[in-house]
């Protein structure tokens, strides 16, 4: 059996075909019990939003280590439910996730005792979901607690072909320390009060804000600030609510809008899903519909749970065969950097997943190695873009600067890991590498 799993920022779910196993399960984490806990449990100990550092590197080890136990927890949960060990899955990240990122999920499951199947990209799965039982042009906004995805994905022929997609790191979490910074300005609160844990427990206070101003009717919410003097008290108001959700979130609605620019025709007018907890706020979903004139497509789901639901359904659609006919993803652009800092691009951006291409480099030293550095990114200067990893083809012997031409190919798999290799044109002599980024 497949398993499909949402690793979420804020919250994680595992299921299968029509069904999930488990309610939100917050993907917070007491490092010193070493076991998931409540989002109400704000200790010292308790580390949160971790998975916008997710990365190989010696600064995601903490990311690895927490998603380790939240992936041990989703799959307790649904083996108590199935009564079968959890084992394969597929995983859900978002689709901005560089290789990097991508291998440290990988890690975490195999630290958890589980066998990845393949990655989707969360949008994707979301459309996935959303479009099963119609046929749309959609764009889909994701905005989660850490984390923001828009991808257009197209099921018009039958299949889900996503068109294009962007993202950044940016989500409620951002949304909580903005109201948290105005409280701290407007009440000019000392520098004295403002310690690392009354902070934390100050965004959670206007998280739990946030969330009761945005039900219907309710216009101002006080907030009791005991920790910081006896009495002390903030009134969020919608109207401050609103500034700030515009001021936070404005640059989700360009980065949108400019996708929707590039990859589509004028006249297509696709429909809007939002999915994603972030995107249950009232004022959001109407400042992204105003700003962009595009209807929104109903979906019965809380936008929590779409992701979620999405995987699901692709797990079952690994295990019977059909996913990689019925989905078709996108990875970035890759690039190769050449002379003076620039790069020459391998594959473009938007591409149809999996996807491979060959290109001739020819060093510009006398050396007996040729050094071939892979980037991911739109920029055409090399260090603007995000660096993946680095193969050193050895010739074997000197070669004077513009007679060793090497044939280089890059892939990328369905899940979005790449791998590189070179072969040189005279000689033969292949080298290969899947880049794990384990070193820079």
Same mark, same amino acid.
């Given at each position: 059996m497949v398993y499909g799993i949402d690793l979420g920022t804020t919250n994680s779910l595992v299921g299968r075909g029509e069904e999930l196993y488990t309610g939100l399960v917050a993907s917070n984490v007491d490092t010193l019990r070493k076991c998931q806990v409540t989002r109400d449990n704000l200790g010292e100990n308790i580390v949160a939003s971790y998975k916008t550092n997710m990365s190989m590197g010696e600064s995601g080890k903490l990311s690895v280590a927490c998603s380790t136990i939240i992936l041990n927890e989703l799959a307790k949960r649904a083996q108590q439910v199935t009564g079968e060990q959890v084992k394969d899955v597929v995983v859900s990240v978002p689709a901005y996730f560089s290789t990097s990122q991508r291998e440290a999920v990988y890690q975490a499951a195999q630290n958890a005792g589980l066998s990845v199947r393949t990655l989707i990209n969360e949008p994707t799965a979301a459309a996935l979901y959303v479009c099963r039982n119609r046929k749309e042009l959609v764009v889909v906004y994701d905005l989660g607690g850490g984390t923001f995805d828009v991808t257009i994905v197209d099921s018009r022929a039958g299949s889900y072909a996503v068109v294009a997609t962007d993202g950044i790191v940016l989500g409620g979490d951002d949304l909580d320390m903005e109201l948290a910074q105005e409280v701290v300005s407007e009440l000019h609160i000392p520098l004295r009060y403002r310690s690392k844990q009354n902070m934390k427990w100050l965004r959670g206070k206007m998280r739990l804000a946030k969330e009761e101003i945005q039900k219907p009717g309710v216009q101002k919410v006080?907030?009791?600030?005991?920790?910081?003097?006896?009495?002390?008290?903030?009134?969020?108001?919608?109207?401050?609510?609103?500034?700030?959700?515009? /001021?936070?979130?404005? @640059?989700?609605? %360009?980065?949108? $809008?400019? &996708?929707?620019?590039?990859?589509? +025709?004028? =006249?297509?007018?696709?429909?809007?899903?939002?999915?994603?907890?972030?995107?249950?706020?009232?004022?959001? /979903?109407?400042?992204? @519909?105003?700003? %962009?004139?595009? $209807?929104? &497509?109903?979906?019965?789901?809380? +936008?929590? =749970?779409?992701?979620?639901?999405?995987?699901?359904?692709?797990?079952?659609?690994?295990?019977?065969?059909?996913?990689?006919?019925?989905?078709?993803?996108?990875?970035?652009?890759?690039?190769?950097?050449?002379?003076?800092?620039?790069?020459?691009?391998?594959?473009?951006?938007?591409?149809?997943?999996?996807?491979?291409?060959?290109i001739p480099i020819v060093n510009h030293d006398t050396a007996d190695y040729l050094k071939v550095k892979l980037y991911q990114g739109d920029s055409i200067v090399a260090e603007e873009n995000e660096y993946i990893g680095r193969l050193d083809y050895p010739y074997g012997r000197k070669v004077q600067a513009g007679e060793g031409c090497v044939m280089v190919e890059v892939e990328v798999g369905i899940d979005g890991v790449i791998s590189i290799s070179a072969l040189e044109a005279l000689q033969g002599d292949e080298c290969k590498k899947t880049i794990k980024l384990t070193a820079r």
């Amino acid at each position: 059996m497949v398993y499909g799993i949402d690793l979420g920022t804020t919250n994680s779910l595992v299921g299968r075909g029509e069904e999930l196993y488990t309610g939100l399960v917050a993907s917070n984490v007491d490092t010193l019990r070493k076991c998931q806990v409540t989002r109400d449990n704000l200790g010292e100990n308790i580390v949160a939003s971790y998975k916008t550092n997710m990365s190989m590197g010696e600064s995601g080890k903490l990311s690895v280590a927490c998603s380790t136990i939240i992936l041990n927890e989703l799959a307790k949960r649904a083996q108590q439910v199935t009564g079968e060990q959890v084992k394969d899955v597929v995983v859900s990240v978002p689709a901005y996730f560089s290789t990097s990122q991508r291998e440290a999920v990988y890690q975490a499951a195999q630290n958890a005792g589980l066998s990845v199947r393949t990655l989707i990209n969360e949008p994707t799965a979301a459309a996935l979901y959303v479009c099963r039982n119609r046929k749309e042009l959609v764009v889909v906004y994701d905005l989660g607690g850490g984390t923001f995805d828009v991808t257009i994905v197209d099921s018009r022929a039958g299949s889900y072909a996503v068109v294009a997609t962007d993202g950044i790191v940016l989500g409620g979490d951002d949304l909580d320390m903005e109201l948290a910074q105005e409280v701290v300005s407007e009440l000019h609160i000392p520098l004295r009060y403002r310690s690392k844990q009354n902070m934390k427990w100050l965004r959670g206070k206007m998280r739990l804000a946030k969330e009761e101003i945005q039900k219907p009717g309710v216009q101002k919410v006080p907030v009791l600030l005991p920790e910081f003097g006896e009495g002390t008290s903030y009134l969020l108001t919608e109207g401050k609510y609103k500034e700030c959700v515009q /001021r936070v979130f404005e @640059k989700t609605v %360009l980065m949108t $809008e400019n &996708l929707l620019h590039m990859q589509l +025709p004028s =006249y297509e007018k696709p429909k809007i899903v939002f999915v994603g907890g972030s995107s249950n706020c009232p004022y959001l /979903r109407s400042m992204v @519909k105003e700003k %962009l004139a595009l $209807e929104e &497509l109903y979906c019965e789901a809380d +936008p929590d =749970y779409i992701v979620a639901m999405g995987v699901a359904l692709y797990a079952e659609m690994v295990e019977e065969g059909t996913a990689n006919v019925c989905v078709d993803d996108v990875t970035k652009r890759l690039c190769i950097e050449i002379s003076k800092g620039q790069t020459l691009t391998v594959i473009d951006a938007n591409s149809i997943v999996p996807c491979k291409n060959i290109i001739p480099i020819v060093n510009h030293d006398t050396a007996d190695y040729l050094k071939v550095k892979l980037y991911q990114g739109d920029s055409i200067v090399a260090e603007e873009n995000e660096y993946i990893g680095r193969l050193d083809y050895p010739y074997g012997r000197k070669v004077q600067a513009g007679e060793g031409c090497v044939m280089v190919e890059v892939e990328v798999g369905i899940d979005g890991v790449i791998s590189i290799s070179a072969l040189e044109a005279l000689q033969g002599d292949e080298c290969k590498k899947t880049i794990k980024l384990t070193a820079r």
